[in-house]
């Protein structure tokens, strides 16, 4: 058995290799290059310093007990514990100063760098003259042991924050935004950006060169490329990182730590397509923007509700072609049901809802033939606190039944003709917190008189438009699906029911006298595009609004691709452009083909007696600001006797600016159908135009579905 004064003096001599090296790194800093096993080393520095902080303070602690000196088999263990610390901390520092050069700086940093080299000098310091007088000794172990708290206190906040020792015990009130004050960088960006990336990109930590704890670091981006280029997919690292697979390194946040949902990766990459901007307003975004309705519901203070959930089968049988009933948020157990489709509305399905009369918090039934249907059932909606039922040519009787809903906070019934009793039943409705009375009938008396009786109602009127001329909201458009098989019903809406309705199916714009004009569903059974803009008197024209709709017809039975696609952009390769799936415009990476540095070149066969498809649908994606481009030229070819004829083509017309990203439809008809095979090229734009900001770069072509049809 080895005697303790040979491991004294083993330890001793060890204890001076420490020194040395630790003299070597620190005093050569940056400029020493170390080989790369060191980093396991050097990575292994939060496993190694849990050693010597309890050998030093358990070797401290015996300088502490009465008469020591007089006990020297006591004090010889606590030497060499205190010894045995003292070449742990050497150790641990010096795979600290090894950890330190890989990608770590700030202020964190150097603190406590230079707390552990004073506690490891410290302790060396004290162990040699650890003769000294007992007084002397205890002083110094006790600033000794206040290094060593200091030392690991600096050293978690680089790894878990700069707060992270005192957190539990400070205010955990969260300061409630108006959705009016709301910024979309720091409201809604940020907190994801500190809960899912900072932690490894802060003071004391900076990965890739790229500090994310303050604006001016994400700005700057780091070693690999900016942190984010407004509407540029493809140079925002952001996007970049986020979307590669997770088994991909360079994949973010790390597959070993918390992964972003996919309402935080929507967000992320909605506020790069948005513009990236680190001061603007949510509100400032338009209500569609699906940056707005995804962030905005954070700002609206959901109530909680303490009644139960309905049972999740019922609200799925409650939900059909005419009746939607939804969760008025995630989690939620209150319910927002809407009809919609006036032809289809059957007033029979409306008992369907005792099933969720506890659970009903939002109804409406606005634009519903409601004439003469008992409204009493209302009654049973414990919890309706907002009512929809504009143009529901509602009479006096059925008003009288909603006066008497108290639970009410919302109620609007513009567009249904209000008497005088009608009037003074509603004017007993204190509960109310908004009203809508539009095209109601009422006269500027009548008005005041229910402005008086509703004081703390807040009451829309809608507004005189004499002697201005407004533009009209564009109308909407409603279809089930975008690829369907059969047929596909078409609806068309605009909340002014006197305001007409213009569209096409060709994909031009519809105008105000020769184009046809909405009255019904519309049903479809082909591949287009619908454009629909809303007339009518004393107010301009609407924008136009548009949807694209594909028939899907002939199945290829056997496909593939001339070139691969980008691999940052390949979905399931070829396979994506026939899975009757459509993408969707954010998720760049996950149901779109990508090419730019070659064509996108698709060759299509066809069973041998079966029919030849005469018409060719090609759905693309265009976003200028992201370098997404029409293409600069589309060739279809057949394969006739052995060579390929050409049977449509087109160059489809160039951008002029940027726009919000969006789906196009290019569809074509085959010269014949005589073909064996067919040749489907899309040539992205080699150079992009000189009014974008990347002009002389190369431009993409996303495609995500090619639709044939007889």
Not at 307 to 327: C, G, H, M, Y
Not at 334 to 359: C, H, R, T, W
Request: with cysteine.
């Amino acid at each position: 058995m080895l005697k303790i004064s040979s491991i004294r003096s083993f330890l001793e001599s060890t204890l001076f290799v420490w020194i040395g090296l630790t003299l070597i790194i620190t005093l050569a800093g940056n400029t020493l290059v170390l080989p790369d096993w060191l980093q396991v080393v050097g990575r292994s520095h939060p496993i190694l310093l849990h050693f010597p902080i309890v050998l030093l303070l358990m070797g401290l602690l015996f300088f502490w007990i009465p008469g020591i000196d007089k006990k020297p088999e006591i004090r010889e263990i606590g030497e060499i514990s205190f010894l045995a610390g003292c070449n742990f901390a050497g150790i641990t520092v010096l795979a600290g100063l090894i950890l330190a050069q890989e990608e770590y700086t700030g202020e964190i940093l150097t603190w406590h760098k230079w707390a552990g080299l004073v506690v490891f000098g410290g302790c060396v310091i004290l162990y040699f003259f650890r003769a000294m007088q007992a007084k002397v000794i205890r002083i110094s172990s006790v600033v000794l042991a206040g290094a060593i708290i200091a030392t690991g206190h600096w050293g978690a906040g680089l790894t878990h924050g700069e707060d992270f020792l005192l957190a539990p015990i400070q205010s955990n009130n969260i300061e409630v935004v108006p959705l009016a004050e709301a910024e979309i960088f720091g409201d809604v960006v940020l907190p994801i950006l500190e809960a899912k990336c900072i932690s490894c990109h802060k003071e004391g930590k900076i990965k890739g060169e790229l500090r994310m704890d303050h604006i001016e670091g994400l700005q700057k981006g780091g070693k690999s490329g900016p942190f984010v280029l407004a509407g540029d997919f493809e140079k925002s690292l952001l996007i970049q990182r986020i979307n590669l697979p997770l088994d991909e390194k360079k994949h973010m946040p790390p597959k070993n730590k918390a992964q972003l949902t996919d309402e935080e990766l929507l967000i992320l990459s909605e506020w790069v397509a948005s513009g990236a901007s680190f001061e603007q307003k949510l509100v400032t975004l338009p209500a569609k923007n699906e940056l707005y309705q995804l962030a905005s519901v954070k700002f609206e203070g959901n109530k909680i509700y303490s009644f139960d959930a309905a049972d999740q089968d019922d609200i799925t049988e409650l939900n059909t072609s005419f009746r939607s009933v939804q969760p008025l948020f995630p989690e939620s157990p209150a319910l927002d049901v809407s009809y919609f489709g006036i032809s289809a509305f059957p007033p029979e399905s409306l008992s369907d809802l005792k099933m969720v009369n506890d659970q009903i918090v939002q109804f409406s039934l606005s634009k519903m033939p409601l004439a003469g249907i008992d409204l009493k059932f209302l009654k049973d909606f414990k919890h309706l606190e907002e009512l929809q039922l504009n143009f529901t040519e509602l009479d006096a009787d059925q008003l009288k039944v909603i006066s008497e809903l108290n639970t009410l906070e919302v109620l609007a019934i513009s567009g249904n003709e209000i008497d005088s009793e009608s009037l003074q039943n509603l004017a007993k409705m204190k509960s109310l917190k908004k009203l809508y009375l539009w095209q109601t009938g009422l006269s500027d008396p009548d008005q005041k008189s229910i402005q008086k009786s509703l004081s703390t109602t807040e009451i829309d009127f809608g507004f005189d438009g004499k002697g201005i001329i407004y533009e009209l909201n564009s109308p909407a458009i409603s279809q089930a699906e975008l690829i369907y098989q059969d047929s596909l019903e078409l609806t068309l809406s605009h909340p002014i029911k006197t305001a007409e309705i213009r569209y096409t199916l060709d994909g031009t714009e519809p105008d105000s006298i020769s184009s046809a004009v909405y009255s019904a569903p519309i049903f479809v059974k082909n591949t287009g595009k619908i454009v629909a803009k809303a007339y009518a008197a004393d107010w301009k024209g609407s924008k136009a609004i548009e949807a694209v709709f594909m028939h899907s017809g002939i199945t290829p039975s056997k496909f593939s691709l001339v070139y691969e696609p980008n691999s940052k952009y390949k979905a399931s390769g070829a396979a994506t452009l026939f899975d009757l799936e459509k993408a969707k415009t954010p998720n760049l990476g996950e149901k779109w083909l990508g090419f730019q540095d070659e064509p996108m070149v698709l060759e299509v066969g066809f069973e041998k007696n079966a029919d030849k498809p005469k018409d060719v649908s090609i759905s693309l994606l265009y976003s200028e600001g992201s370098h997404i481009f029409p293409p600069s030229k589309v060739s279809i070819q057949g394969l006739e006797n052995g060579k390929w004829n050409q049977l449509a083509s087109t160059i489809p017309t160039p951008s002029t600016k940027a726009s919000s990203a969006r789906s196009e439809l290019l569809n074509f008809e085959l010269a014949n159908t005589n073909y064996d095979k067919l040749k489907i090229t899309l040539t992205p734009l080699a150079h992009l135009p000189k009014w974008h900001p990347g002009a002389g770069g190369k431009g993409w072509v996303f495609v995500d579905e090619v639709i044939f049809n007889k």
